[in-house]
């Protein structure tokens, strides 16, 4: 993907899900600030909107970031070839052609390295990250005819990769973004992506509870489940400490798209011995009180975006 020139003028992070942009903006002095949210309806491919949103918003001079919804890019873990690091990405790259469903042509591909020290004794592995290059040339065009600083192109994954990395308080952490009808797991040590999966269980499958309660419970088939959402992370739990060899994960944050019930992180919290909470917004960064009632659950994409500089 595109990568960023880090810059002390504002950070915006811009989020698409169908004709809805999600956009945070914040600043880094001593101390990382989220200083707005706005959501917005705008047609895609739409450079005169994008340049409206931007004069509305004062952000004309911001530096922008774009993160890709999880249908738009691909995530495969690929072995490092034993090449001179000059030619590592061509060499990631060519390895991917055979696990991609593009050609590779068609393809604009971005690689991130584990750590040395996981996989122990066997070859190092990194991300290979691949997108379809077509819509990726058409929003940098997009921001350059709109006037704008496209900073970087980010994906969903690396954006959560961000918020964890900065409110993590454990060398191992993971972060469960839940939606609708799917989730995904990432998990992280000290800054480096680890581990990512897509999860079949989503909010869909927790009922409302009775209108006098707030947020989501379990209800009918709950322990059925709870058990198949503990499973899975059960399985991913073992795998980050004993075949990545990584050491156990300590904190398990959850970022779903509705409230859930207490009660659900409580009974992952004594299943896996692991702190389960929801994530904790003020870990890391400052937040203007204007945003203090707003679902900054829904921004989570965004918000990680204008965390971008967190890898440099």
Not at 147 to 171: C, F, K, P
Not at 241 to 268: C, I, K
């Amino acid at each position: 993907m595109l990568k960023p020139k880090i810059r002390r003028a504002a950070q915006v992070g811009c989020y698409r899900l169908d004709q809805h942009v999600f956009l945070a903006s914040g600043s880094l002095k001593q101390r990382y600030t989220l200083q707005a949210l706005h959501q917005h309806v705008a047609p895609a491919h739409d450079w005169r909107a994008l340049q409206a949103m931007a004069v509305e918003l004062g952000l004309t001079d911001a530096d922008w970031h774009w993160v890709l919804p999880p249908e738009q890019y691909q995530i495969r873990l690929l072995d490092v070839p034993n090449v001179p690091e000059e030619e590592m990405k061509d060499a990631l790259a060519f390895r991917v052609r055979d696990m991609i469903s593009m050609p590779l042509e068609e393809a604009v591909v971005d690689t991130c390295l584990l750590p040395a020290d996981a996989f122990k004794g066997r070859e190092r592995k990194a991300f290979a990250i691949v997108a379809h290059r077509e819509p990726v040339e058409r929003l940098v065009q997009q921001f350059g005819r709109a006037g704008l600083r496209l900073a970087s192109i980010d994906v969903a994954d690396m954006a959560l990769r961000n918020l964890l990395v900065l409110a993590a308080q454990s060398s191992s952490s993971a972060l469960l973004r839940m939606r609708e009808n799917d989730s995904t797991l990432n998990m992280v040590y000290e800054t480096d992506l680890c581990l990512n999966r897509a999860l079949s269980q989503g909010t869909r499958m927790f009922d409302v509870d009775e209108p006098a309660t707030q947020g989501l419970s379990l209800v009918g088939d709950d322990d059925l489940e709870r058990e198949a959402l503990a499973l899975e992370l059960q399985r991913s739990l073992d795998y980050f400490d004993n075949q990545l060899g990584l050491g156990s994960v300590r904190e398990l944050f959850v970022v779903p798209d509705s409230e859930l019930d207490p009660a659900l992180y409580t009974y992952l919290s004594q299943r896996f011995g692991v702190r389960v909470t929801a994530f904790q917004w003020h870990d890391g960064m400052d937040i203007d009180d204007a945003l203090a009632e707003l679902p900054l659950d829904a921004f989570a994409e965004a918000i990680g975006g204008t965390l971008r500089w967190l890898r440099g």
